[in-house]
């Protein structure tokens, strides 16, 4: 069955009424993790509902999940960064006996058509992404403590953490059963952190790949798959010791008001306010106007209202913090559009309000980016950002009068493909409004990495140094947009007579081309240089995938992912490509 | 094995009775190159036969090519570094006017199954990075001089080139039509190469790869399109005056004896007797044994017949010498393999001969490197090593007593998925052949990177420098089975008791997994670490490519590249993946 057809009659939970996902959940109404705290230590249990699948026609067996529980999954991790900066060490459990986790779910993959399959792999990728930057950004280590068996997703999971225990049962082992069991790939990071981050030789990855039933003990530990087998009675002990071992050592919450009694205090992350229709997607700060005809969305996110406050008061002022509620909020429209709206192939992307004022909130980041409340609001930006980087539609900026596109803003405009502004104003503009300017700042040198490790304007201007040092020493000048294209921060800076016929044309021309070919062309271009795990997760292995996903042999009637579990095997097409 | 076997003769053209296509050609039966010699200066013009397709059903108009066209570039390239040390500059350019190249066929790729479209992209992908490879290892530099349109395939041949010159007529343009035109990508090099060699900023790129009529004169050159626009009535000259100073910057045949009146002499490159029948294939040193029914070719390589010849007798041995007889003879089966037999999944990998004698070979080119023979030698192994890397089929290595996985050798070894290492002698097997030894020597330390960058044994070893030093300091001591298990140089070790039942069901096994996901599985796992222009064109372009080739976008019947040149538009599902 479709699982078009099955939207329009799902049952209450992250499917909303008129059939779209929703992304906003929070820990009392979880469905399949259990969160718990002991001092710096937090344990994030699974415990999937097997009735809870986000559609119906599956059942989640044995821990395994769907996009539901992989969004709860998701806001655990953003809870636990912003809510608790007491927590060093995160374990990540089961709470089911024997079992850690299946992996993605089968059913829900064989019924899922192509583009929800991809879809749910990337945020699942990218969720897995989160919880290694808690690692290597916030001091809150993930340690997996598989008191069962992982296998597939399961497997790929616990790979997204820092430290891996397998519990040493003659039983329980790591899988990685996708291919001889589905014909497809361990796609959600599994090649690549088996080989770039566990770092097991390549031979033997090959032979673990290819074994169903996986691997345990000693033996996998001498594979480097996990980094200790622990048996049974020493299990719990272990684990709270490992725990506590990475609380000792983490950097969490390490400034001095932070470290007396109680430490630094969590803020509340309150569900967004957000309205929704058919045309319309509103926030607070960010607003999207959906085209239907024209397969356009038009982005537009509002600078601050107010000058920044006192650094003292960020704590206080918490999600209503303009940096970070604007970040939550296109982080949930970003989802909201790449699931429930993928004909919306071209995002427009525009700013309005006053870009001293987003300097001003820059400045006070960058000047407290010792702040453990400041550091993740940055990081959980330049999370946001790279999600647009992976994002499979085009992107086309528009700078006009009245626009802020200034230091943390303009990497929306870096994010894009194409970034048009317009030279001087329109002529039937309002008069009180100046020309367009663009300014870079510190948040465009640094501290905003794309998944190649670049800066966008790094990667910008790869292998263009003095392009480079050009924009750079720009930094805190408004510049018009003659000066903008001089510096190459522009693409095209037409005039009020070209402006309409240009943009015009740039997205008409963009919804005309084939939505396949342009996934593959930005997922090309948009990452030059450098490649890191992240990029690589993200290109090679998830392009492979997509194209496993979408052969005969894996989703054919006859295929591996269609037959599982039938009692039929599969017929492939024995023919190599 | 005799010498006087039946050459395999294509009559005309490259495929042959069986319907299978040769890669042997020569100059004189080209039927779409011109190579013509001046001094220093080699020029390569294509001269495209429309009548001379590979394949029935389309015509080869305005220089455009199929599989057939790039056997004879391959052709004239590897010639042009054999036979040819005087050449310091190669041409690149065309016989027609007002045309370089329009690309791959569009006809011939519409009508093209999935496998065989993958397959030519990836030839055309190795001949291009070969013609990199010339410029970057042997001084004979590669200038395009574009006395016309390069469009799509026809300006990613031109990117191959270290310098590009476009005539500036107002007419000649270089343009990537395939987006706005075919619905597929620039897949043979040309995205990776605009952004990360010639370092087009990613938005002009974009506008570039989505804009079919082009860019020519002065706007290609300020985005990097290509180094110099030059006007017809200079052009002549320019191009001239371009090839001398590339062929004065030459390193090329640089030792003492080869400066001399005439330099060195070029040494030919003879036809290969080649045996070829439905279930073997036999050249003099490489025989492979085709089996349809298991979907395996067991591929045995002979080590040299003799103690090498002293060095000043390379040359004179030409084709005969070992190390290039048996480099040209895999080169050609690994090619014949790929294309004709698509259904052999699993190439099993053996070596057999005397070990000492390749370490001596090996010996012989490391202490001569500095000879311009020796050193095409080497990186004629280095590419035909890469091609094995990349090759879309199981690669399994089976070392047993008899065999010579030594030295170059044993990169076989280091290139397969898996190698399986007899611990001791088979019981039945003959009395006087011990036991297999495995050994490194220097051609294992260095002169035969992978398209990554590292060596196969630093690849292995990624992350691991104690297991590379160790296996290093190795180098040169015969290891029997269990001391290459133990430095990790081969995956299992089984004695006599084991050794059937484990090779057949790896062997077994492998052929009945899904042969997309093992090509998926093996693009992913062969390149651990960092990645080069080379490896994200075969991973990342070439995965999105093969996944936009499969979607209905493209080739459905509805799809883009189907309804090319019918006058109707492609009619997509506007869905984003």
């Known amino acids: 069955m479709a699982v078009d057809e099955i939207l329009e009659r799902s049952a209450p939970g992250p499917v909303g009424e008129a059939g779209r996902v929703s992304f906003q959940v929070e820990p009392g109404s979880y469905r399949h993790w259990r969160l718990t705290f002991d001092g710096p230590v937090a344990t994030l249990a699974m415990d999937v509902d097997e009735r809870g699948g986000l559609r119906d026609g599956y059942e989640l067996k044995l821990n395994s999940y769907d996009l539901g529980v992989d ?32 992996g993605a ?7 899922s058509p192509h583009a929800w399959k991809v879809n749910f792999c990337k ?52 899988s990685l059963p996708e291919l001889p069991l589905l014909g497809v790939l361990p796609g959600t990071g599994g090649l690549t952190r088996v080989t770039d ?15 169903s039933e996986g691997v345990g003990g000693a033996r996998a530990t001498a594979w480097r798959l996990v980094d200790e087998a622990v048996p049974r009675p020493r299990w719990d002990q272990a684990v709270a010791e490992r725990a506590a071992e990475f609380a000792a050592r983490s950097t969490r919450s390490s400034r001095p008001e932070a470290t007396g009694a109680g430490g630094a205090e969590g803020i509340a992350l309150a569900p967004l ?20 005809a024209a397969g356009t969305a038009t982005i537009t996110v509002a600078g601050p209202g107010q000058d920044p406050p006192h650094a003292d008061a960020i704590a206080a002022a918490g999600v209503t913090f303009w940096p970070l509620a604007v970040t939550r909020e296109l982080d949930d429209l970003i989802l909201d559009l790449r699931t429930n709206e993928p004909e919306l192939g071209t995002w427009v992307l525009k700013t309005s309000g006053d ?9 006070l980041l960058l000047d407290n980016a010792g702040d453990w409340l400041v550091n993740e609001i940055v990081h959980y930006l330049k999370r946001t950002l790279k999600r647009l980087d992976v994002t499979s539609r085009s992107l086309i900026a528009l700078i006009e009068p009245g626009s802020c596109f200034a230091g943390s803003l303009f990497e929306l405009a870096l ?26 700042d510190g948040m465009n040198l640094g501290p905003l990495p794309m998944g190649n490790g670049l800066t966008r304007l790094q990667t910008r201007f790869l292998g263009d140094d003095s392009a480079l040092t050009a924009a750079s020493e720009a930094a805190g000048r408004p510049l018009q947009a003659d000066q903008a294209e001089e510096l190459g921060l522009v693409t095209f800076a037409p005039d009020d007579i070209d402006w309409d016929d240009e943009v015009r044309i740039a997205v008409e021309e963009r919804a005309s081309f084939s939505p396949d070919a342009l996934s593959g062309l930005e997922a090309n271009y948009r990452f030059a240089g450098p490649e890191t795990m992240e990029t690589k997760i993200f290109g ?14 894996a989703s054919g009637p006859d295929g591996a992912l269609r037959r599982f579990g039938t009692g039929q095997r599969a017929n492939f097409d024995r023919k190599r490509v």
């Open 71 to 102: 969004i709860e999954l998701y806001d655990a991790v953003q809870r636990l960064r912003f809510e608790h900066p007491e927590v060093r060490t995160v374990v990540l459990t089961s709470a089911k006996d024997k079992i850690f986790c299946a």
């Open 105 to 111: 779910n089968i059913r829900m993959l064989a019924a």
């Open 123 to 174: 945020f699942t990728n990218e969720t897995r992404n989160g919880i290694e930057d808690a690692s290597a950004s916030s001091g809150q280590t993930y340690l997996a403590a598989l008191n069962g068996t992982a296998s597939g997703g399961g497997y790929e999971l616990a790979l997204a953490c820092e430290h891996i225990m397998l519990i040493d049962d003659r039983s329980s082992v790591v």
């Open 197 to 211: 981050k566990r770092l097991v030789r390549r031979d033997l990855a090959d032979y673990f790949a290819t074994r």
């Open 273 to 292: 306010a957000k309205r929704r229709d058919d045309d319309h997607i509103g926030y607070q700060y960010v607003t999207a106007a959906l085209d239907r």
């Open 355 to 363: 870009a001293g004022r987003v300097l001003a909130y820059d400045r």
């Open 415 to 440: 994010a894009a493909d194409r970034c048009y502004m317009l030279l001087g104003v329109f002529e039937d503009g309002d008069p009180e409004v100046g020309p367009a300017t663009v300014t870079l």
């Open 540 to 553: 090679r292995l998830t392009a492979w995938q997509n194209w496993i996903f979408n052969r005969p042999n």
